[in-house]
């Protein structure tokens, strides 16, 4: 089992910046990309950015050039630096761990004020 748990979110102007954090614990060693994730109340949840074990990262194209997703395996989390933020990025956004198995964090709202 994996758990995660997401930290950074919050509200900020347009334009601004933030970091999310999340912690995975567990089965560290069975993970074999991470992922952020994002929904908002009517709409599936979309994919924001993805890396792998090997570091090879993805992203949405909404989000491409403002968001960048790094890993720290020192510390088992991954990130997810957040600038240039619009209206539009406000969501709940989700960390997600990839194994034979699908893991999901609690979430962590991001509001986007114009």
């Known amino acids: 089992q994996v758990q995660l748990v997401e930290s950074g979110g919050g509200l900020v102007s347009a334009g601004g910046s933030l970091r999310l954090s999340c912690a995975a614990s567990?089965?560290?060693?069975?993970?074999?990309?991470m992922g952020w994730y994002r929904q908002v109340p009517g709409k599936q949840r979309e994919l924001v950015a993805t890396?792998?074990?090997?570091?090879?990262?993805n992203y949405a194209d909404s989000v491409k050039g403002r968001f960048t997703i790094s890993r720290d395996n020192a510390k088992n989390t991954v990130y997810l630096q957040m600038n240039s933020l619009k209206p539009e990025d406000t969501a709940v956004y989700y960390c997600?761990?990839?194994?034979?198995?699908?893991?999901w964090g609690q979430g962590t709202q991001v509001t986007v004020s114009s």
């Open positions: 997600r761990a990839f194994t034979l198995y699908n893991y």
């Open positions: 567990g089965s560290i060693s069975s993970i074999y990309g």
């Open positions: 890396i792998t074990s090997g570091g090879s990262t």
